[in-house]
């Protein structure tokens, strides 16, 4: 019996050394060059077979620029099906990217601490509109409706227009417009400065209410992050596209 019972010991250990010595190791041939972004410069190991695509994901974990708003140069711009092996990409290569964190897009509208407690305080205790929340009533009356607003229709649903929604102005008064990339399910959001290029679905939600006393118009908010606080705030949208507007970026399956 006890010769029996080390016979079953023998075994097991057998198979756990098997076991242990099948794990699998990577042995995929790889290249090291350097990520540059923001001036800054990371050191990267990644097998020569992969492509952009999956550079750009780990690009992201480095950096915080989702990878759906990178761009990867190098002898030109990268396309995301192509591998490194493709591109040529060589021991000590600098591979730039281009693109903008969340927070760098939040930054151009970012209200302060004290906008933030006093809205905050504000829609908790009063259920006032937005038009008349300090925060969005001080951006209403300083800039004023854009000359170049399109006309506001109230009471009206329209489809998006061929056409980039302009016209409207971001809580700094600087212009904005929409457009609406569907083959490539992005929304443009763009400024003087400079134009973002938003995944649809990385867009939380979409708020909006009429401007008081000018219903034609709405104040829509964009909810990049997971709170309210990380709305950028788009003034004096076309009342009747606002649904579209919705629909178009959250699908129509949501509820408002």
């Known amino acids: 019996m006890d010769d029996m019972l080390k016979n079953v010991k023998k075994c097991k250990s057998k198979d756990v050394t098997t076991n242990e010595s099948d794990s699998p190791i990577d042995t995929r041939q790889k290249v090291d060059f350097k990520v540059i972004f923001n001036k800054q410069k990371y050191d990267v190991t990644f097998p020569v077979e992969e492509t952009i695509a999956k550079l750009k994901s780990h690009i992201e974990t480095l950096t915080g620029v989702p990878s759906a708003m990178q761009k990867i140069m190098f002898k030109g711009l990268a396309k995301d099906e192509s591998t490194l092996n493709d591109l040529k990409v060589t021991n000590g290569a600098k591979v730039m990217v281009v693109g903008s964190t969340l927070n760098d897009v939040l930054s151009v509208s970012k209200p302060s601490e004290k906008e933030i407690k006093e809205a905050t305080t504000s829609s908790t205790s ?127 399956w949501q509820l408002f």
């Open 126 to 252: 009063s259920k006032e509109p937005l038009s008349k929340l300090k925060e969005h009533k001080k951006v209403l009356d300083k800039y004023g409706k854009p000359d170049d607003a399109l006309p506001g229709v109230k009471n009206v649903k329209e489809p998006l227009p061929p056409t980039p929604i302009a016209g409207m102005c971001n809580k700094s008064g600087g212009k904005v417009r929409l457009t609406f990339k569907l083959e490539l399910d992005q929304v443009w959001i763009g400024t003087k400065e400079r134009t973002e290029k938003l995944p649809m679905n990385s867009i939380k939600a979409v708020h909006s209410e009429a401007i008081v006393g000018h219903e034609g118009y709405h104040i829509l908010g964009i909810q990049l992050g997971p709170t309210e606080a990380s709305n950028y705030w788009i003034y004096w949208v076309p009342a009747q596209y606002v649904d579209a507007i919705k629909d178009t970026i959250l699908g129509k």
